[in-house]
């Protein structure tokens, strides 16, 4: 299954108040480790007690399947 990425847009608006070398080191680390993931495990941190099962990323982001 692979992953693309879509952001809400209060992600938008922080965003672009972000210095334009930070926007597009954000931009292409997202495109590089994150569109077309297959695994998105590798990049988060299991969370653990009342989370449990959940994960964080270092990023907020909306992750949606290519299935909808």
């Given at each position: 299954?692979?992953?693309t990425v879509t952001t809400?847009?209060?992600?938008d608006r922080s965003f672009r108040k972000l210095?334009?070398?930070?926007q597009r080191?954000?931009?292409?680390?997202?495109k590089k480790?994150?569109?077309g993931c297959?695994?998105?495990r590798l990049y988060g941190k299991a969370l653990t007690g009342n989370?449990?099962?959940l994960w964080r990323y270092i990023f907020l982001f909306c992750i949606s399947s290519g299935q909808d």
């Open positions: 299954m692979s992953y809400a847009h209060s992600y210095d334009f070398v930070t080191t954000v931009s292409k680390w997202i480790n994150l569109e297959e695994d998105l989370f449990k099962g």
